[in-house]
């Protein structure tokens, strides 16, 4: 019985070392599990020297870029400098300013309440729409 709790990964990984733990070859984990040889053997390896823990996501080289939604609304509020020849930030627009995917900022748009504000849309002025979602009552 599958626990929905219970991540994939995780899962096949204790698959992995309950077979071994089994005794089952590492060529028969390989065709049980569908993992691959060296995946199955790096597993066995892994909980071998560190127990339970060791199965575990280990934590992923580099740090994740903080996006600071403040700075995305605030832009947003807004007017796009002259240069652009644009009267509405587009998401695209506005994350090649900050610097971010146009995806991020659509969701941090999104989060606070704001609506499309590019042409065409029916917001004529973002900054009435913005609301802090860190707020319970709206």
Known sequence: MRSPSLRAGLAQRARIVLL?????AVKDIVERVGASKPTVIGWKKRYIAEGLGGLDDRPKPGRRKQVDDVEVVLATLESPPERLGVTHWSSRLLAVELGLSHVTVAKVWKQWGLP?????????DPASAA????ETNP
Request: hydrophobic fraction near 20%.
């Open 20 to 24: 071994a733990a089994d005794g089952v």
């Open 116 to 124: 499309d504000p590019s042409p065409g849309s029916d917001c004529a």
């Open 131 to 134: 609301r802090d979602p860190r």
